[in-house]
């Protein structure tokens, strides 16, 4: 069973720069498409990041600029290095799996199968 692990988050401070990491083990694939979501309390869980086979991106247009998703096919491994922090991205942050999608990957938390357990990213001083 393919299992998504997060890691990388904690306490910034604003303009400051974080890198999470997500390992993807068990049956995976270079196939794979790999999203970066993220829930604030009290908020739905919104899109963030994305990344298909062929290694095209997409993000969510209030972090274009600030954020940027990248894979390591050998280590199974998909990176989200955010810089310019701004207290309004404190939020738990779930990486997710995806074998189906074709095409320009999805931010719809819909098209994802397998979850992470998320980690916790807060942007204070």
């Known amino acids: 069973q393919l299992q998504v692990v997060e890691s990388g988050g904690g306490l910034v401070q604003p303009g400051g720069s974080l890198r999470l990491s997500c390992v993807a083990s068990?049956?995976?694939?270079?196939?794979?498409?790999i999203g970066w979501f993220r829930q604030s309390p009290g908020k739905e869980r919104e899109g963030v990041s994305c990344?298909?086979?062929?290694?095209?991106?997409g993000y969510v247009d209030f972090v274009k600029g600030r954020f940027t998703i990248s894979r390591d096919n050998a280590k199974n491994t998909v990176y989200l290095q955010r810089d310019s922090l701004k207290p309004e991205d404190t939020a738990v942050y779930y990486c997710?799996?995806?074998?189906?999608?074709?095409?320009?990957?999805?931010?719809?938390?819909?098209?994802?199968?397998?979850w992470g357990q998320g980690t916790q990213v807060t942007v204070s001083s």
């Open positions: 997710a799996v995806d074998r189906n999608q074709i095409g320009q990957c999805s931010l719809s938390r819909l098209a994802y199968e397998y």
């Open positions: 990344i298909n086979r062929s290694g095209s991106t």
């Open positions: 068990g049956f995976t694939s270079n196939r794979d498409v």
